[in-house]
């Protein structure tokens, strides 16, 4: 892990993605880019806490120096999503992060 841990991101699970992607027929156009966020910000630490309760076990995480111009702490703008999508809601941290571990699970199972 660069830097301490304590730096934040804005995670958004692949199941929020796919909420948002056209369904039922309706597509959407802006000019501008849409950030595919919700707004919320999780340190790293709180994300490697959250997946060693997900996974029953403690990870290993080492730290090295945080990277040239990296940026502290990000968060989304979310205000377009909502405008476009005012009924699409972020799937929740904890689920996404266990359907994300389970399909690493099944997808490492798999033969080659």
């Known amino acids: 892990m660069y830097g301490d841990g304590r730096q934040t991101r804005d995670f958004t699970s692949v199941g929020s993605v ?3 992607l056209p369904r039922r027929g309706r597509c ?9 966020a919700f707004g919320s910000r999780r340190s790293l630490l709180d994300v490697v806490a959250a997946l060693e309760a997900v996974l029953g076990h403690r990870v290993d995480v080492v730290h090295a120096e945080p990277r040239p111009g990296d940026v502290r ?14 009924d699409v ?9 266990r359907a994300t571990v389970e399909w690493f699970r099944v997808s490492a199972a798999k033969p080659t």
Not at 30 to 36: A, E, G, I, S, Y
Not at 89 to 97: E, Q, Y
């Open 18 to 20: 796919v909420a948002v």
């Open 28 to 36: 959407v156009t802006r000019p501008q880019p849409v950030n595919l």
């Open 73 to 86: 702490d990000s968060q989304a703008d979310s205000s377009a999503l909502q405008l476009l999508f005012p």
């Open 89 to 97: 809601a972020p799937v929740d941290f904890l689920a996404g992060l």
